[in-house]
C-alpha cells in the first residue's frame, strides 16, 4: 500500500495481559516514530528508530513499553502488564531522512487500545 | 509543561470565509512547525510546514504564518470550505534527523455551510 498501515485498528485487552502493536512504514522510510494519543490531548512521542536502532526511546512511559524494528521495516510496539491507563490510540508515523532537509511524518490510522 | 499550545478548543466559520487558527510555543529549540489535520477514526494528515528561516508559507487555500519573536503562529484557511471540519493539530521540532514531534492539544474547527 501507499501508506502507512497498522493492525490492529482496534485492540481490547483485560488489565495485566501482554499485547502488541505493529506499524508498516512507507516503503522506503527509514525514520519511524510511535506516538499516543489519549482523549482531548495531541499525539505525545514515544520512540524514534532510524533504520533498525532505537534513537530516542526518551518518551516511553515505563519499561511495560518496548518496541523493535528487526529489518528496518515493519515494527512492533510491546506493552507487558497492560494497565488501564495505557487505554489510548497508537499512531505510528514514518518519514524520509533523504535530501538534507526537514521531512513531514506520514502517519497510520492508529490502533485504538482499550484495557479493561 | 505543555510546550505546544493551542488555546482555543473550537472554532466555528461560515463558509467562504477565512478561518485562522493560532498556535504558541515556549521551546525556543524548536525550528520546523508543521499543521495536521485529523478527522474522526483517521490518523493525521499533514497539511503545510514552515521553517525557523521563513515568516511565511502558501499553499493553495493554507497559508502558515510564523512570528518567532512572539513565538506564535496561525494557520489561514481561505476560503473555508466544509470539508476542512476537522481537529488540527499545531506541532514542532527541534532537531534535524531527529524529528520527533511536539504536538497541540487541538483546535476543532467547524464550517457553517
Known amino acids: 500500500g501507499a501508506g502507512v498501515s497498522q493492525t490492529p485498528s482496534n485492540k481490547v485487552t483485560e488489565k495485566g495481559k501482554y499485547v502488541e502493536l505493529r506499524c508498516d512504514p512507507i516503503s522506503g522510510h527509514t525514520a519511524l516514530y510511535w506516538y499516543r494519543q489519549s482523549l482531548g490531548q495531541g499525539p505525545e512521542f514515544l520512540i524514534y528508530?532510524?533504520?533498525?536502532?532505537?534513537?530516542?526511546d526518551s518518551g516511553l512511559p515505563n519499561d511495560r513499553f518496548f518496541a523493535v524494528r528487526p529489518e528496518g521495516s515493519v515494527s512492533t510496539l510491546k506493552i507487558q502488564r497492560t494497565e488501564r491507563g495505557d487505554s489510548a490510540v497508537y499512531l505510528c508515523?514514518?518519514?524520509?531522512?533523504?535530501?538534507?532537509?526537514?521531512?513531514?511524518?506520514?502517519f497510520g490510522p492508529g490502533t485504538r487500545l482499550t484495557v479493561l | 509543561d505543555q510546550q505546544v499550545k493551542q488555546n482555543s478548543p473550537s472554532l466555528s466559520v461560515q463558509e467562504g470565509r477565512i478561518s485562522i487558527l493560532n498556535c504558541d510555543y515556549t521551546n525556543s529549540m524548536f525550528d520546523y512547525f508543521l499543521w495536521y489535520k485529523k478527522y474522526p477514526a483517521e490518523g493525521p494528515t499533514f497539511l503545510i510546514s514552515i521553517s525557523s528561516i521563513k515568516d511565511k508559507n502558501e499553499d493553495g487555500r493554507f497559508t502558515v504564518f510564523l512570528n518567532k519573536s512572539a513565538k506564535h503562529l496561525s494557520l489561514h484557511i481561505v476560503p473555508s470550505q466544509p470539508g476542512d471540519s476537522a481537529v488540527y493539530f499545531c506541532a514542532a521540532s527541534a532537531n534535524f534527523g531527529n524529528e520527533k514531534l511536539t504536538f497541540g492539544t487541538g483546535t476543532r474547527l467547524t464550517i457553517i455551510p
Open positions: 508515523a514514518s518519514s524520509s531522512l533523504r535530501g538534507g532537509r526537514r521531512h513531514e511524518q506520514f
Open positions: 528508530f532510524q533504520g533498525t536502532g532505537a534513537a530516542d
